[in-house]
């Protein structure tokens, strides 16, 4: 058996084109900022991806890029200003952050109703009460891979692997609202390799290239790898290639779900713009 490929290329793109008309309809543009700090050069490719996705789908976007040694009040003032621009209706500060920084605190200062990244506690608390808010870009990402492919998730079991705020914490949130049974696991979790086998739904969201292999995987079951990891300049993803033998469906690395988390943030950008506007 090989894996029907879930092409996140593709549900992208669709993503764009919807977006592209209901922004055409808008009678303004929507309004994005992004703020980096340093010279990771990770940090500074996805930013350039993020600012032409916004360029192509007609969504105004500028990148504050400020050098390694800023202040955490250098920082708190621009997004204080950032918050206060009636024009600007998302705000996304790229992480991680250079470690003299708290970007806990720079996170919280940010307006909830401009959090584009979903990563304030008040969107965290929405996502988790069942509310309407602004949610993270990854895990929105994977459950509209999903959708399209028309892949059940009501009753499926869940198991998501990797703890992080950016994509397991909220992604275990989604799918719960999804009506999956979800068990979040993590380094410390014993028998990991039972675990997965009883998912009908596997995310890996690590950052240890190949660490899910073929007899971690149920026959059939869907496996969604977000671990990106760049290995002598090559991306590597958390899945080990043998598990397209095993699985039913599965994300290629790259092609899959990392085109989505840039089509989600545009979508976070649309709902944030006609959200705020509607209340201003
Ligand atoms: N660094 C890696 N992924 C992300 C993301 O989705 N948002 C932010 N702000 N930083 C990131």
């Not at 584009?116 to 608390?125: A, S």
């Not at 290239?209 to 958390?238: C, E, H, N, S, W």
Request: charged share 20%.
């Amino acid at each position: 058996m090989t894996a029907v490929r879930l092409d996140g290329r593709e549900v992208a793109e669709h993503v764009k084109t919807t977006l592209l008309e209901a922004i055409s309809k808008l009678s303004y543009k929507p309004a994005i900022h992004f703020v980096r700090v340093g010279d990771d050069p990770a940090s500074i490719s996805y930013v350039r991806g993020k600012d032409r996705m916004a360029t192509s789908l007609g969504v105004t976007s500028k990148v504050h890029a400020l050098p390694e040694d800023t202040s955490q009040a250098e920082v708190e003032t621009l997004v204080d200003e950032l918050n206060q621009d009636s024009d600007g209706d998302g705000i996304l500060v790229q992480l991680p952050l250079p470690s003299h920084l708290d970007a806990q605190q720079i996170l919280v200062n940010i307006d909830p109703a401009k959090d584009v990244d979903g990563l304030h506690p008040v969107n965290i608390g929405r996502l988790w009460a069942g509310q309407d808010g602004l949610f993270p870009c990854t895990p929105r990402g994977l459950i509209a891979i999903l959708k399209h492919y028309d892949i059940d998730i009501l009753g499926k079991r869940a198991v998501i692997v990797g703890r992080s705020n950016l994509v397991g914490k909220p992604a275990a949130a989604l799918f719960l609202r999804e009506h999956a049974t979800v068990t979040l696991a993590h380094s410390r979790t014993q028998n990991l390799p039972k675990l997965c086998q009883q998912a009908d739904i596997l995310v890996a969201a690590v950052g240890k290239p190949g660490m899910i292999t073929a007899d971690m995987v149920k026959p059939g079951a869907t496996v969604l790898d977000v671990g990106l990891t760049r290995v002598d300049g090559v991306i590597q993803g958390d899945v080990h290639e043998d598990v397209w033998e095993v699985a039913g469906y599965l994300t290629p690395m790259p092609g899959g779900t990392g085109r989505m988390t840039v089509a989600m943030l545009m979508d976070n950008t649309y709902h944030a713009a006609t959200m705020r506007r509607a209340q201003n």
